[in-house]
């Protein structure tokens, strides 16, 4: 921080001034697909190479700022009890200072100005007819050698359980292998091929989903491979346009329990968005 009181205020107030400016532009509120992130990839550095994917759950590009966080997504999306995602929410800045007073600890800054905590997820879900609310933290198991880091994190959760919300933390030792694997297989897919607009997405699309419910029961790397015959272009054109499919979740599985081994036609489904064609496309990745 400025040693030069009056750089020191000038910085205050400009980063002040970002904050309201921020948040009169609606960042951190919404719901569903109208929900806006108070923070996006541009503005943070993000761990790892997984930034914004869409959801099958929401129907919206999702801004996600580490690879554990892009692997959380995934699992809440095949979620049936999951309702609702918004991701990077915003802990209102006067009620984090008070916790951190009460604390007696810090509150989230820089250079010399309290910033907004954010909460990485937090999901609706339908229990039995009733919207539960949960708020999740998704941190790497080393983080949680650092006691700012564990400072922050009992911050964030006080805020939550005195709104009534259950607070979970969600590290890289609870996400399955099998769903690592499957990332790691087709999300590098997210933009292979340049489907830049929308007719030549639904155009891809379609042959895709024709293909599949015509054979249900048959393994879907045989029905890529009959596509390329059909087509009578380079072999495997059809499987890495379907991998590209599964990064943009115009199609779906269960990344926990199946691999592109065992996948049948039947154990795809096609995100309802992308067949009303009211989808977001995730470009840039």
Not at 168 to 187: D, G, R
Not at 227 to 237: A, K, M, S, V
């Amino acid at each position: 921080m400025s040693k030069n009181p009056e750089k020191t205020k000038e910085i205050k107030a400009k980063a002040e001034k970002q904050i309201a400016s921020r948040l009169a532009k609606g960042a951190g509120s919404g719901a569903g697909r109208a929900y806006k992130p108070y923070l996006t990839v541009r503005d943070v550095n993000s761990r790892g190479r997984y930034n914004r994917s869409p959801s099958v759950t929401v129907g919206r590009v999702h801004q996600l700022l580490s690879d554990l966080e892009y692997h959380v997504l995934l699992m809440l999306d095949w979620d049936s009890q999951v309702v609702d995602i918004r991701e990077q929410f915003p802990v209102p800045l006067e009620e984090s200072q008070a916790i951190a007073r009460e604390m007696g600890i810090a509150h989230l800054s820089y250079q010399g100005t309290d910033e907004v905590l954010t909460t990485d997820f937090l999901v609706d879900l339908n229990i039995q007819g009733k919207t539960i609310r949960r708020a999740i933290s998704a941190k790497y198991a080393e983080e949680l050698d650092d006691p700012r880091v564990l400072e922050k994190m009992e911050l964030e959760r006080r805020y939550w359980v005195s709104k009534g919300v259950q607070f979970n933390l969600v590290t890289e030792l609870e996400i399955p292998a099998l769903l690592q694997k499957n990332v790691k297989w087709f999300h590098p897919y997210m933009n292979h091929f340049d489907l830049s607009t929308p007719e030549q997405q639904q155009e891809y699309f379609k042959i895709l989903l024709a293909a599949i419910n015509q054979s249900p029961s048959q393994k879907v790397t045989a029905i890529t491979t009959r596509l390329d015959d059909e087509y009578n272009i380079e072999p495997g054109t059809h499987l890495s346009l379907l991998r590209q499919f599964l990064a943009q979740r115009a199609f779906y599985f269960d990344l926990e329990a199946l691999t592109i081994v065992n996948l049948r036609a039947k154990d795809l489904t096609p995100s309802h968005f992308w067949l009303e064609q009211d989808y977001e496309y995730a470009v840039g990745e």
